[in-house]
């Protein structure tokens, strides 16, 4: 079957203490992208991905990073620097980045909670 | 820079039709998406309007003004299932990664 697997569902870490959250797809997509969800804040873009070894900030990247080293694969790291790290993350991935391929699938998400 | 409005909250009953506004601004428009998402679950793709008009696909319908920088979503014959929240999505300055709207939460009673 093929689609988009965050893992895991649920995340605990303490205060000051970084934690990577894993995304993996195997739809062959050359874009995938990191949201983090607040409640009625929507989905704001944290970081993106057009392409192996390329990734670009969004809008809320500080205290975030990642890596594009597998096309399959696209981890996002939250820093002790992020002042509210609690949210529920939302991994994307689409054929392209641009147009009509844009169509983007989600995984099911991680909530990640800060002690 | 990009703005998208939308309604927070609507409520209807079964079997009605609603419609969830979307008004945007952005500097070079390359298209519009919505999306559903149903609590704790992940969105999942409806529709996407690059060229004015009504797209119809069953029960969903949506339109896009480009000229008014207007969208909306037309639910039809509504159920219970569809209660979730509707996210209006365009493009970003350089094309290459969708800004979401903040999501209608739409609650449907019987």
């Known amino acids: 079957d093929g689609g988009i697997t965050q893992s895991p569902k649920y995340l605990f870490r303490k205060e000051g203490q970084n934690v990577t959250l894993s995304c993996e797809q195997n739809?062959?997509?050359?874009?995938m992208y990191w949201y983090r969800q607040d409640p009625g804040q929507g989905l704001r873009l944290i970081y993106y991905?057009?392409?192996?070894?390329?990734?670009q900030k969004g809008d809320i990247a500080e205290g975030y990073s990642v890596s594009r080293e597998k096309k399959e694969s696209f981890p996002l790291t939250v820093t002790s620097a992020q002042k509210n790290p609690t949210a529920f993350y939302l991994c994307a991935s689409s054929m392209e980045a641009r147009g009509v391929h844009n169509e983007q699938f989600f995984g099911p998400g991680t909530r990640l909670t800060v002690l | 820079g990009q703005n998208i409005d939308q309604p927070t909250e609507m409520t209807a009953t079964e079997g009605a039709i609603v419609q969830i506004n979307c008004t945007y601004q952005t500097s070079g428009f390359n298209g519009l998406f919505w999306y559903q998402q149903h609590a704790g679950e992940a969105p999942t793709f409806l529709s996407y309007?690059?060229?004015?008009g009504l797209e119809e696909k069953g029960r969903f319908s949506s339109f896009l003004s480009r000229s008014k920088g207007y969208s909306y979503l037309l639910l039809k014959e509504l159920q219970m299932k569809d209660s979730a929240s509707y996210l209006c999505?365009?493009?970003?300055?350089?094309?290459?990664?969708?800004?979401f709207g903040k999501g209608t939460t739409l609650s449907v009673s019987s």
């Open positions: 309007n690059v060229l004015d």
């Open positions: 991905s057009q392409i192996v070894n390329d990734f």
């Open positions: 999505a365009v493009f970003n300055q350089a094309g290459t990664a969708l800004i």
């Open positions: 739809l062959n997509h050359d874009a």
